[in-house]
């Protein structure tokens, strides 16, 4: 049941996503996101060491789990994105080649936050047929699984083990970022 509070919260959420979108940039380079390094749980709502939330959004396309209840005994890169953001198209091509060389232990879900009245299931697909990944994508049109995790900018990565804990978060991309997630993903994955 859709309530007014439902409503409001939604209103409010979506207002602050623009509002951080437009602040911080789609993807912000070392300056803003840290020079590249995971930011920890105090700047990110306190995820980090916290159960990571479920997921509630829609399966679009790719192979593997689509939930956290589905990827339960791997490592989870759990990716915020959106078919605007530049630095997207670049991350998305070096998650694919972090799952290539890590294995089925490894999962990575990609969650769209893209606005429906701005995308459509095709364009979801399009994108990641042209950055060439094979994982999962599922769409967040109702903004419930970003309203979670509040990630501050596109696109924003949460590293969660196989337990099912938050243990590193990585809000923004800049190109060699992945060698620091490789080395976070190794070490919980034991290898």
Known sequence: MITSSTIFRTAALCASMALSVAALGCGGGAAESGAGAAETGANQGGLVGQ????????????????TLGEASGKVVILDFWATYCDPCKKSFPKYQEIV?????????IAISVDDPDDASE??????AEETGVKFAIVWD??????????????PTSFIIDKEGTVKHIHAGYESGEEAKIVEEVKALLGK
Do not use: N, Q, R, W
Request: no cysteine.
């Open 51 to 66: 159960k990571a939330p479920e997921i509630s959004a829609e399966a679009v396309t790719g192979e593997g789990p689509k």
């Open 100 to 108: 290539d060389e890590l294995g089925s232990d490894l999962a990575v």
């Open 122 to 127: 095709d364009k979801l697909k399009k994108f």
């Open 141 to 154: 049109k109702e903004k419930a699984t970003a309203g979670k995790y509040s990630p501050p900018k596109m």
